[in-house]
């Protein structure tokens, strides 16, 4: 199944439908403030998604067959961009509550979050193995950086990435995806080997694809 956000209902809402096509079905109803950036929890059971209902970004969770949303987050900050850990236990999102934008970590019964980044942090998705949390940045840096999911650690550079384009990335068992845009100005989907960090272009586009979103996924 595929989790998207949608405006066919007149509001932004999440539908899910067959990965193989079909009929969508709208999964969430919050009747007018924008939902978005659905993410399947592992076993397939649940989506995290973040929902403007208060007048500002907040987590929640709900279940894949429908039904209310449960809030994860309750502060007047924004809470935006939410994803889970590979064991299912964990959400990361990006919040603006220290007066920029950095990654915490909470569970589903929402737990005191726990913030994990000092220099800014965005998008954030733990690797498959569970050691690594990868992540972009809201700034002039932009970029991939990561940080050991367990303890502490400095973040560790990774690979490029255009500020506006902090959602066009997504983290494989054994290579990064992302858009790169070369010194030529060429628009690239290059992957980036972990084990031997060569990069190898997979595709060039004619036309950049969307900006200030996520749409990459592996």
Do not use: C, H
């Amino acid at each position: 199944s595929i989790a998207f956000r949608s405006a066919r209902s007149g509001a932004n809402e999440v539908w899910v439908m067959s990965a193989t096509g079909g009929t969508p079905r709208q999964l969430s109803r919050f009747g007018g403030p924008l939902a978005g950036s659905p993410r399947w929890s592992p076993d397939g059971s649940r989506l995290v998604l973040e929902s403007r209902l208060s007048g500002n970004g907040d987590i929640y969770v709900m279940s894949a067959t429908g039904g209310s949303p449960t809030p994860v987050t309750r502060e007047p900050s924004n809470e935006v961009l939410p994803s889970w850990s590979r064991d299912g236990r964990s959400i990361y999102f990006a919040s603006d509550r220290t007066g920029r934008w950095e990654i915490f970590r909470t569970t589903a019964s929402a737990s005191p979050p726990v913030q994990l980044t000092k220099g800014g942090g965005f998008a954030a998705f733990e690797s498959p193995d569970g050691q690594f949390l990868y992540y972009t940045r809201q700034d002039e840096t932009g970029g991939i950086w990561r940080r050991p999911v367990i303890g502490a650690g400095e973040a560790e550079f990774v690979a490029p990435l255009p500020p506006n384009f902090w959602g066009q990335w997504a983290i494989g068992k054994r290579a990064l995806y992302f858009l790169e845009v070369d010194p030529q100005g060429r628009r690239l989907i290059t992957r980036f080997d972990l084990a031997s960090r060569q990069k190898r272009t997979l595709y060039q586009f004619q036309q950049l694809p969307v900006q200030f979103d996520s749409s990459m996924s592996v």
